[in-house]
């Protein structure tokens, strides 16, 4: 037992937690835990500002299955880590979000820097705690962590009033957890699973669609498990990229409205849809009434507020992915005994959509942007942590660089949130230090978060930042042009006017390289990798470049916009490598 304040026994609970790396931005109502943190085991990373540090904190979860935590101040700290915690909660990313707030008889006096976090984050928030009395800081903590890596991950706000942060109270370690109102469904029910791998061996065309869960249930080895040894195609959500390998012949690579022709062809077609740890989001769907017209479907999440929220399940399992796939697996093994099934018609159908409809761009002409993101990939064997913005450099990195294990690919994916994956690279690197980390950015989305290139410098923090500069906020340009007349209003971004991205970089201290033709693009990548440091590669693409194949906002998934082109090794072998996957 040790006598202490609530700040030294928050830092310490951080620390019986494991926690080794914390995200913050000091201020006045969280000075006395940042004065505990001076001395403490647990390395403090500043950034330049507080939405920095919960995307950080994000890019380091979802790098290493941890749970990310963050620290700032009361007021416009605590709102401006709001839209981190919306993006949290929308992608099941698991955090603990510390916030200061002013002292317990000023709660509601309009004190300065006073703001309800608690009540602002309710609806993206998995659960809040506004500590009143530091006697409880070691239980809180503890039922923090357990809420926010356990069932559906997501975000956990800790609110802790200085007066509290200075409070004297016996530390005897973590506290218990006690939450008996929180017990999520982790085995699945047997005659569910069951009924599913009945389904399974009768379906003639069946179609895995995995999503974010299989990855956060740590499911991959029994998701291929289930495919392979079932002879079962593979596709795959934004969030749930990297959960099957990309690589393998049974990999449909991503579903939806940027996805593959041969996946959403597949879905159209299938007699089976098998979903797990995925939620059938409009991106996914397309018009809803037209999805999987044909498809008897299992559902399989740990959610049950997911299952038949957006289409009919017939086979509904709640539970873990991984225990559920694994007891499904066994029971697979049993019915299925000496026999084989490889739908032999159905394989040959689907291999026919890969050869006829690949993914493919004209290479002629200005620099491309897949191209771009192609070379990444090429240059680096396939093998870094990829995080990315949102817009059109997050849609050609998802259909351009193929992600083989999980956790390789790291996005924004239900918010959206431009801005996310420059501090999300810095907190996955901190995490995997070992890991080459790129964040292939846009020229909009990149200066939202561009003044955490201080942190990267400052924290020597080696992240490669590949930006895909067209001069447009990409993906509105995009819309305008398919769906507004071509009207760009409030689209351009003046290329070449501002602003220079070589010279921000050089101002932080960091490495910029400009890029402008196609034939300089190895080189730079190349340079990029060999410098110890931060580096921004500003490449400069075709303006006007689209992300196809695409299906037009409430139209069937096989309803696609975009020629039909062929990949550009096919067409340009010389620019193709020796395969190392």
């Known amino acids: 037992m040790a006598n202490m304040t609530g700040a030294q026994a928050l830092v310490r609970s951080l620390e019986d937690e494991g926690v080794d790396i914390l995200f913050g931005l000091p201020g006045g109502q969280i000075l006395p835990v940042f004065d505990v943190l001076y001395d403490s085991s647990i390395r403090t990373i500043l950034v330049r500002h507080e939405q920095g540090a919960i995307h950080a904190a ?18 416009p700290g605590a709102t401006n ?33 006073e703001a309800d976090i608690t009540g602002i984050t309710l609806p993206v928030a998995k659960h809040s705690f506004l500590l009143k009395d530091a006697r409880n800081l070691p239980e809180v903590v503890a039922e923090a962590f357990q809420i926010a890596r356990t069932g559906r991950p997501g975000p956990v706000l800790i609110d802790m009033p200085v007066d509290v942060s200075r409070q004297e109270m016996n530390y005897e370690g973590l506290g218990e957890v006690r939450l008996p109102g929180y017990k999520p469904t982790l085995k699945g029910h047997k005659r569910q699973i069951q009924a599913a791998a009945r389904a399974i061996l009768a379906a003639r065309k069946p179609v895995i669609y995995a999503g974010g869960g299989v990855i956060s249930s740590g499911a991959s080895k029994e998701l291929a498990q289930l495919a392979r040894e079932n002879h079962l195609f593979v596709t795959h959500s934004l969030m749930g990229k990297g959960c099957f390998s990309e690589a393998d012949r049974l990999s449909l690579g991503m579903l939806g409205m940027h996805g593959t022709r041969y996946a959403n062809y597949s879905i159209c077609e299938a007699d089976l849809l ?42 509904p399992i709640v ?65 870094a942590t990829i995080c990315t913005e949102v817009g059109q450099n997050q849609m050609w990195a998802a259909q351009y660089y193929k992600a083989t294990r999980p956790r390789q690919f790291i996005t924004s994916g239900g918010l959206g949130t431009m801005g996310f994956g420059f501090p999300a690279a810095i ?31 400052i ?21 305008q042009q398919l769906f507004y007349r071509k009207r760009y209003s409030s ?54 470049e689209n992300v196809y194949p695409m299906v037009a906002p409430g139209e069937p998934l096989s309803e696609m916009i975009g020629d039909i082109c062929y990949p550009v090794e096919q067409v340009h072998p010389e620019l193709a490598e020796e395969p190392f996957l």
């Open 491 to 544: 689209t351009s971004l003046e290329r070449g006017v501002s602003p220079d991205f070589v010279m921000i970089a050089e101002a932080y201290g960091a490495k910029g390289i400009r890029v402008t033709e196609t034939a300089q693009v190895d080189a730079a990548i190349k340079e990029a990798l060999a410098y110890d440091g931060p580096v921004f590669l500003d490449f400069h693409v075709e303006p006007e």
């Open 319 to 383: 539970g873990d992915c991984r225990l559920v796939l694994k007891e499904l697996n066994e029971i697979l093994a049993n019915l299925r005994g000496n026999k084989s099934n490889p739908r032999t018609a159905w394989t040959a159908q689907v291999e026919e959509w890969k050869r006829k409809f690949p993914m493919g761009y004209e290479l002629e002409g200005k620099l491309k942007p897949q191209y771009v993101v192609e070379r990444i990939y090429y240059l680096t064997k396939g093998k």
């Open 459 to 479: 924290e020597k923090v080696p992240v490669k930042v590949a930006i895909l500069n067209n001069g447009y906020l990409g993906m509105v340009r995009q819309w």
């Open 81 to 113: 880590i709001v839209t981190g915690m919306a993006d949290a909660y929308m992608d099941s990313t698991p955090l603990v979000v510390i916030t200061g707030q002013v002292a317990t008889n000023m709660i509601g006096t309009d004190a300065f820097q």
């Open 427 to 457: 907190g996955a690197k901190l995490g995997r230090p070992k890991d080459v980390v790129f964040d292939i950015a846009g020229d909009g989305s990149i200066q939202m978060t561009i003044q955490e290139l201080a942190t990267a410098v």
């Open 274 to 315: 098998i979903a797990i740890g995925a939620r059938f989001s409009d991106r996914i769907t397309g018009k809803l009434s037209e999805f999987a017209p044909h498809a008897t479907i299992i559902h399989i999440d740990i959610d049950p507020a997911e299952i038949g929220k957006n289409v009919n399940v017939a086979i």
């Open 58 to 75: 994000e890019g380091y979860a979802r790098a290493t299955g941890k749970v990310g935590t963050c620290v700032v101040t009361s007021g």
